[in-house]
């Protein structure tokens, strides 16, 4: 089989109506490497870059509740900054470029998807339009 590893997709694939930072940016345990008394930060295994992440809420109506909320983990070298708040919104719109979707058994053998990005940023009005055009091309 051709596909391998990571599958590339674009963020409005992942969150159609957008989402929402509702964490903070922390860093992800890498359980290999740590011990009891010694926490070391994931790297990932492909760039051997440091992995942080974030929660993020869809902001798809249709998301049932209990699915609402996901950790997207980021790929950097340094700790991402999330886009700076918006007035008057409870949370920071934001949106993510570079991502990836690895599926996975979860414990309770139900399918689940680990989603990784290359960069968080704010969002752009004009992306969902392009990505709209590219798709439909």
């Known amino acids: 089989m051709a596909l391998q590893g990571p599958i590339p997709i674009h963020f ?3 969150f159609p109506a957008g989402c929402y930072a509702v964490g903070e940016v922390e860093p992800v345990r890498g359980f290999d490497a740590s011990t009891s ?6 790297r990932d295994k492909q760039t051997g870059e ?3 992440q974030i929660a ?14 996901v950790a997207v983990k980021v ?6 900054v999330p886009p700076a708040p918006m007035s ?26 680990s ?11 004009s992306t969902k339009n392009a990505v709209s055009k590219e798709v439909a091309a």
Do not use: C
């Open 88 to 113: 008057g919104l409870p949370f920071t719109p934001v949106e993510f470029d570079g991502m990836t979707v690895t599926p996975y058994v979860n414990q309770q053998g139900r399918l689940a998807y």
């Open 115 to 125: 989603i990784r990005a290359r960069e968080m940023r704010a969002p752009r009005q």
């Open 50 to 52: 440091l992995v942080w």
């Open 37 to 42: 008394g010694r926490e070391v930060q994931a």
């Open 12 to 14: 409005h694939q992942v």
């Open 56 to 69: 993020v809420m869809d902001a798809d109506p249709a998301v049932k509740a209990s699915q609402k909320t």
């Open 75 to 80: 790929i950097s070298p340094v700790q991402p």
